[in-house]
């Protein structure tokens, strides 16, 4: 069978990852958003997410494109300061990503403590001393 | 500043987020392979991860080479059966990558859930009705 088989079949599929989201450079900057919902100036975002100038404002563009995040120009002291913040709706659709996200981690962690308690000779950190 | 910031200044940086691991679909096949810990059939683990089956075999290659999962070509009553197992160091990495990710889902949650006590009417919920 060469067809893509329904999502009903599909238990691990989490089709609710948004591919936009989930890139680890966007997610990162997603989250710093989030849990500052007033906004972050570019550059203390940019050291919270350990970015680099380029990578921060590429990956910005792309969140902007998207209406997930707004980009306000602003003058603090007569010195320009670029202000990065979530939108209502970016913020909806990260709370969407983050059920999923949620999934995956309830599914792994329910097997790897299923693991570790019935074989510990053989649990990950045994397997790594 | 042009230079990257010291990680320990990058409190969302989330260096654990393997890339390889961290892909959709890749993470998607290693949940699967991870909650079912004897192995899964191929044409089983693509209807789990809903893949087509040049997808499945594209990333389930990505992973071989980096010795995360095995790939064993067995018989099963004269007819050919691939079985997909993760490997006890491919184990060790997804439990690594998974404590990362379970502290995005902190990080993320805790905001999420502050933000929406403290100002309803603009919850992410509220703000999709």
Redo the contacts between chains.
């Keep these: 069978?060469?067809?893509?088989?329904p999502?009903s079949?599909?238990?691990?599929?989490?089709?609710g990852?948004d591919?936009v989201i989930?890139e680890?450079a966007r997610?990162?900057?997603l989250?710093?958003l989030?849990?500052h919902?007033k906004g972050l100036a570019f550059?203390h975002l940019?050291?919270?997410?350990?970015?680099?100038?380029g990578n921060l404002s590429r990956h910005l563009s792309v969140l902007e494109k998207d209406k997930i995040v707004e980009i306000i120009k602003m003058q603090d002291h007569n010195r320009p300061l670029t202000l990065c913040r979530i939108t209502?709706?970016g913020?909806?659709r990260?709370?969407e990503y983050?059920s999923t996200?949620?999934q995956?981690?309830r599914?792994?962690?329910?097997?790897?403590s299923v693991?570790s308690s019935s074989n510990p000779a053989?649990s990950?950190?045994a397997?790594?001393a």
């Design positions: 069978m060469k067809t893509k088989p999502a079949e599909a238990r691990f599929a989490y089709e990852l591919r989930h680890r997610l990162s900057v989250t710093s989030v849990t919902p550059n940019k050291q919270l997410c350990g970015l680099t100038d209502t709706s913020r909806a990260y709370v983050l996200l949620e995956v981690v599914d792994a962690a329910h097997a790897a693991k053989r990950p950190s397997s790594r």
